[in-house]
């Protein structure tokens, strides 16, 4: 089976930094990767779908690339709106089951 | 606007049995596979079950394979999770989610499902 490694666990920010958070799979997986954001008492919302594609009505401020297994999604200039819990997820289809990274927590500095 | 309501969770004792629905609107939900997905308070996220678009054509996560079962009414526009032998690490929120290609446009508010003696 396909495992996501993601990290860091926790990261703290000010209002404006640029940060990065990467998950890096076991094996290739193409571009199969998407990225949501949870925010507490929320159900999770999609950001980044195929690696570094902008869900619609997602800010473009949210951004993903990768390269070979490893993958990274990126908040150019964090808002106060962003401060909220990041996970990656990856379907692989043989056998058919969907992974989790396990989590983001970006924290105000 | 596509809206997914789940409904079905409560207190039930280890052992037990309970049954989640989700109720979809605002889309062809004939032509969308089905997630559930849950998520221990505090924790991360874990994909439960899956079913294609059509139901014949289900998965689930080793966790749960041969205790939960999942069906949809395409007539109804619903989701159902039948949950048996649940046990204390069951605990968490169940949220109905929409399938998009590999990744999961939509979600419910979430549903939850406590398990203790």
């Known amino acids: 089976d396909i495992q996501v490694t993601q990290s860091p666990s926790s990261l703290s920010a000010s209002v404006g930094d640029r940060v990065t958070i990467t998950c890096q799979a076991s094996?290739?997986?193409?571009?199969?990767l998407n990225w949501y954001q949870q925010k507490p008492g929320k159900a999770p919302q999609l950001l980044i779908y195929?690696?570094?594609i902008l869900e619609r009505g997602a800010p473009s401020r949210f951004s993903g690339s990768y390269s070979g297994t490893h993958f990274n999604f990126t908040v150019s200039s964090v808002q106060p709106e962003d401060f909220a819990t990041y996970y990656c997820?990856?379907?692989?289809?043989?056998?058919?089951?969907?992974?989790f990274g396990q989590g983001t927590r970006l924290e105000n500095k | 606007e596509v809206r997914l309501v789940e409904s079905g969770g409560g207190l039930v004792k280890p052992g037990g049995s309970l049954r989640l629905s989700c109720e979809a609107s605002?889309?062809?939900?004939?032509?969308?596979?089905m997630s559930w997905v849950r998520q221990v308070p505090g924790k991360g996220l874990e994909w439960v079950s899956g079913?294609?678009?059509?139901?014949?054509?289900?998965h689930y996560a080793e966790s749960v394979k041969g205790r939960f079962t999942i069906s949809r009414d395409n007539s109804k526009n619903t989701l159902d999770l039948q949950m048996n032998s649940l046990g204390v690490d069951d605990t968490a929120v169940y949220y109905c989610?929409?399938?998009?290609?590999?990744?999961?446009?939509?979600w419910g508010q979430g549903t939850v499902v406590s398990v203790s003696s």
């Open positions: 989610t929409k399938d998009r290609a590999r990744a999961f446009d939509v």
């Open positions: 605002g889309l062809t939900f004939s032509s969308y596979a």
């Open positions: 079913i294609s678009g059509s139901g014949n054509i289900r």
């Open positions: 094996q290739d997986i193409s571009d199969h």
């Open positions: 195929d690696a570094s």
């Open positions: 997820q990856q379907f692989q289809n043989l056998p058919r089951m969907c992974i």
